[in-house]
C-alpha cells in the first residue's frame, strides 16, 4: 500500500509542456461565450436572469454570494456579471490573467447559473468544474499573452514544463460526466426490453429539437443501435483510463495491454464521443453542451502529440506550398 | 510536498466521485412514482427480472427500491457533507443525470390571443414553423430548459409565472387583443410505424389559463 502511494505521489509530481491545457483553457474561453452571446442576442439575459422588477418572469432568490455582494439579481448587477463572463472569456481565449482569470469566470459563471438553476442543464456545471481545474492549472505557460508577456522564453509557444496532474483530473472528470450519465440512464427505452428507442423519442420530443425530426421514424433501426451504442460507450468510459494505464505501461507483456496501445483504444473512444456528439449538435439544439464536454476532450492527448500532428500538418502545408511555387 | 500534493488530488477526485455516485435524487416522491412512464419502467425491469429466473413480482420490486432508494440518499448525504462547501465554492456540485428517462408524453407550449368573442388565433406553438411569435426568445437555450420542465407537467408554479410574462408582452404586441390564452397540449409519441402512417396524434390540453390583457396596459 505504501509502496502504491509512492508511486501515486511521484506520478503526479510530474511535469509536462502546457499545450493541451492551454487549448483547454482556450475552448472553455468559447464555451463561455457560446453560452453568453447567443443569450444576448436572444435578448433573453432579462426574461431568464433578472429579478421580476426587472423584465424576469419570475422572483429569483439565489444564494451566490457573488449575487448577495452585487446586490441581488437586479439589471445592474446582472449587466456586470455578463460583462465580467465576456471579458473573462475573451481573456482566457489570449491567456492573460494566469490563474486569477479563471477564477473570476468560474465564480461569475457559477453566480449566473445560481440565478435561475431551472432554465440550466448538467452541462453548466461542467463548465464551472472545467473552469475551476483551470484555477488549478498553469494553463497559461504556452499559447498565451502572458507566456509572451511574462514567460521565461517571452515567446507566445513555450515548451516550459508544468504541473501533468490537472491534466490528469480532466480526463478523470470526463470520465466520470459519461459513467454516471450512463449508469443513471434507467429509463427502459435505452435496455433491450424498452426497444432501445430512447434516442428516436428523445429526437421526436420538443424540448430540444433543431428542426421537424419525425423523418427519424424512416430510420428508427438506426436510432435503436444509436441508443444501444451511446449507452454501452457511456457505461464503457472507464475504458480510457485502462488505455492510459496500458499506454503508461507500454512495456509490460500482455495481449490486451498490446491491442490496445496498437489500435489507441483511447482514440477510438474519443472518435465514437465525438461523432456523437457531432449527430447531436446537429439534431438538437442544446446550447454549448457539446462544445464545453468537447473541451475535456483536448486533454486525452500530450504535447508531444500536438507538436507531431502540428508538425505533420506544417510540412504537409508546405510541401502543397512547394508544388505550387 | 509531493505527498500533501497527491493528498489534495486525492480528496478532489473523492469529493467529484462522491458527489457524482449515482442516487435517486429529486427522484424520491409517490407522485413521479405514479407516472405512467416510471411505471412502465418498473415493469420492464421485473419482466426482464423475470425472464433471467428471478421471482420478481411489480409490486415487490418497487418497495424494494423505494427503500433502497431513500436509503441511499441518507448514505450519500452524509458521505457529501464534508465535500460540500468545496464542491459548492467552486461550481463543480453536479450529479451527471443527463436524459436519464425519456418523455414518451410530452406536451408542447402553445399561446393564442383572442378578442373576447371566443374567437382565437394561435400565435405561438413550440418548434412550429407558423406561429412564430417571440420565437427567438423562446428557442433560446435558457428558454428551452425552463419550458422543458413544463413539458412533462411540472413546474406549474413557474409556468404561470411565465404565462404571466407573456401575457405582459401579448398586450403590447397585440394591440388589437383583448385575451391570451396558454396551455400545454400534450402528445403520446407514436411508435414508427404509427408514426409513418398515421403521423402524430391529436392532443390533449392541460393547464389551460386566461388572461385579460387589458389588466398589462
Known amino acids: ?325 | 510536498m509531493k505527498h500533501l500534493r497527491a493528498l489534495l488530488v486525492l480528496l478532489h477526485v473523492l469529493a467529484v466521485s462522491v458527489m457524482a455516485f449515482p442516487a435517486p435524487v429529486g427522484a424520491m416522491s409517490k407522485k413521479d412514482w405514479a407516472t405512467p412512464e416510471l411505471q412502465e419502467t418498473f415493469q420492464g425491469y421485473a419482466g426482464a427480472l423475470r425472464a433471467v429466473g428471478l421471482p420478481v413480482s411489480d409490486e415487490g420490486l418497487q418497495a424494494w427500491l423505494w427503500e433502497a432508494g431513500n436509503d441511499l440518499l441518507t448514505v450519500r448525504k452524509a458521505a457529501l457533507a464534508p465535500f460540500r462547501p468545496y464542491l459548492e465554492l467552486t461550481g463543480s456540485e453536479q450529479g451527471w443525470r443527463m436524459f436519464g428517462t425519456v418523455n414518451r408524453r410530452p406536451a408542447w407550449l402553445v399561446v393564442e390571443v383572442g378578442d373576447g368573442q371566443d374567437q382565437w388565433r394561435r400565435v405561438y406553438e413550440m418548434r412550429s414553423d407558423e406561429h412564430t411569435w417571440l420565437r427567438e426568445q423562446m428557442d433560446q437555450e435558457r428558454v428551452r430548459g425552463l419550458v422543458n420542465g413544463y413539458s412533462w407537467l411540472n413546474r406549474r408554479k413557474s409556468y404561470d409565472q411565465l404565462s404571466v410574462w407573456l401575457a405582459r408582452r401579448a398586450s403590447v404586441d397585440f394591440p388589437e387583443a383583448s385575451h391570451l390564452r396558454i396551455a400545454m397540449e400534450r402528445r403520446r409519441l407514436p411508435a414508427p410505424d404509427e408514426l409513418r402512417t398515421q403521423g402524430m396524434p391529436a392532443p390533449t390540453r392541460h393547464w389551460e389559463t386566461r388572461y385579460s390583457l387589458d389588466k398589462y396596459r
Not at chain 1, 211 to 234: C, F
Open chain 1, 1 to 325: 500500500m505504501i509502496a502504491l502511494w509512492h508511486r501515486l505521489a511521484d506520478r503526479l509530481a510530474h511535469r509536462e509542456p502546457a499545450t493541451p491545457l492551454a487549448l483547454f483553457r482556450i475552448a472553455l474561453g468559447l464555451s463561455i461565450l457560446y453560452t453568453l452571446l447567443p443569450m444576448i442576442a436572444a435578448d433573453v439575459v432579462a426574461m431568464v436572469w433578472m429579478d421580476r422588477p426587472y423584465g424576469g418572469y419570475r422572483e429569483l432568490s439565489p444564494d451566490h454570494w457573488l449575487v448577495a455582494a452585487l446586490g441581488g439579481p437586479t439589471d445592474a448587477a446582472v449587466t456586470i456579471l455578463v460583462g465580467l463572463g465576456v471579458v473573462s472569456a475573451l481573456l482566457l481565449l489570449v491567456g492573460l490573467g494566469s490563474r486569477v482569470t479563471p477564477l473570476v469566470a468560474n465564480q461569475v459563471m457559477t453566480a449566473l447559473f445560481a440565478l435561475n438553476p431551472e432554465s440550466g442543464g448538467g452541462h453548466d456545471r461542467l463548465l464551472t468544474a472545467g473552469l475551476w481545474l483551470l484555477v488549478l492549472a498553469p494553463a497559461t505557460a504556452t499559447l498565451s499573452l502572458d507566456a509572451r508577456l511574462f514567460g521565461p522564453d517571452k515567446r507566445f509557444v513555450s515548451s516550459q514544463p508544468v504541473a501533468a496532474w490537472p491534466r490528469y483530473l480532466v480526463i478523470f472528470q470526463l470520465v466520470v460526466v459519461y459513467f454516471t450519465t450512463g449508469v443513471q440512464k434507467l429509463g427502459q427505452d435505452w435496455m433491450p426490453w424498452g426497444g432501445w428507442s430512447a434516442l428516436y423519442y428523445a429526437l421526436l420530443a420538443p424540448s430540444w429539437q433543431r428542426y421537424d425530426t419525425t423523418w427519424v421514424a424512416t430510420i428508427y433501426p438506426l436510432t435503436q443501435l444509436a441508443t444501444a451504442i451511446t449507452w454501452l460507450w457511456e457505461v464503457g468510459a472507464p475504458l480510457w483510463l485502462l488505455a492510459f494505464w496500458y499506454r503508461a505501461t507500454r512495456d509490460r507483456p500482455g495481449r490486451l495491454r498490446a491491442l490496445s496501445n496498437r489500435v489507441d483504444l483511447r482514440a477510438v473512444m474519443a472518435a465514437i464521443g465525438l461523432f456523437f456528439h457531432a449527430c447531436l449538435w446537429l439534431t438538437m439544439n442544446l446550447g454549448p453542451f457539446s462544445l464545453v464536454t468537447g473541451s475535456f476532450y483536448l486533454c486525452l492527448w500530450h504535447h508531444d502529440e500536438y507538436a507531431a500532428a502540428w508538425r505533420r500538418l506544417r510540412d504537409k502545408l508546405f510541401r502543397t506550398d512547394s508544388v505550387r511555387i
